[in-house]
């Protein structure tokens, strides 16, 4: 399913049962989708825009932007066939939130089928879940690679993982990016390597099957 709309901020209208929520932004059709965990650790509360208003989610676009997913950063983001969500939409407060102000186990359920539409409903190739807890959600619910991967963040960084339909690329948590040095390129540094690295490659592993039916028309399917 491909949407068409030319809506860059919830470009699907959700509406979730809260007072405050930080919907999807980005290009409908995107390539790459990049999920984070919830506003209260990755920003957008004061804009409405994911990764936006904090030093980890500034951080994170500015790489994007090195690595040619977004033509700028700032609180309104120019994409570039990206789009940018979140597991847990809602501004984590009243019941949706336990006592040390994050999430409960109830509302990331509760949440996780407007992520999954919208996931679904964009069809990116290429997902890049941020931090531990999207990069589990991702890997265990859209791969088969879940009981063969141990979730090392450090080692996991920057890296592709061929999910089921999906390439899955995760991203460090922002906040723990440390720099570079002699022996090692720092943790932006890794992330921009290895999105252009993918990106040079056949990231869409579309196949044209149009051959096999009536008309001109290409039917391409990953």
Not at 121 to 146: D, F, K, S, W
Request: charged share 25%; with cysteine.
């Amino acid at each position: 399913m491909k949407n068409v709309t030319d809506r860059v901020s919830n470009p699907f209208g959700l509406d979730p049962d809260c007072a405050r929520f930080v919907p999807g932004y980005g290009d409908a059709n995107a390539d790459f989708h990049v999920v984070g965990d919830h506003p209260g650790v990755h920003g957008g509360i004061e804009t409405g825009v994911p990764f936006t208003g904090t030093p980890a989610g500034e951080r994170l676009l500015d790489a994007l932007v090195r690595a040619g997913l977004l033509e700028s950063a700032g609180d309104a983001p120019r994409v570039a066939s990206t789009y940018l969500s979140y597991l847990h939409l809602c501004v984590p407060e009243g019941d949706r939130a336990g006592p040390d102000g994050t999430p409960t186990a109830a509302s990331y359920g509760d949440l996780e089928r407007f992520f999954d539409a919208e996931l679904r409903a964009i069809a990116a190739h290429v997902l890049l879940p941020v931090g531990e807890r999207a990069t589990r959600h991702v890997l265990e619910n859209y791969t088969a690679q879940a009981h063969k991967i141990r979730v090392d963040m450090d080692d996991l960084h920057g890296t592709e993982i061929r999910g089921s339909g999906w390439l899955v690329v995760p991203i460090k948590e922002p906040a723990e990016w440390v720099d570079g040095g002699v022996e090692r390129p720092g943790d932006a540094d890794r992330l921009v390597d290895g999105i252009e690295t993918l990106r040079a490659t056949d990231y869409r592993r579309e196949s044209d099957l149009g051959r096999f039916i009536a008309g001109s028309d290409p039917y391409l399917v990953r």
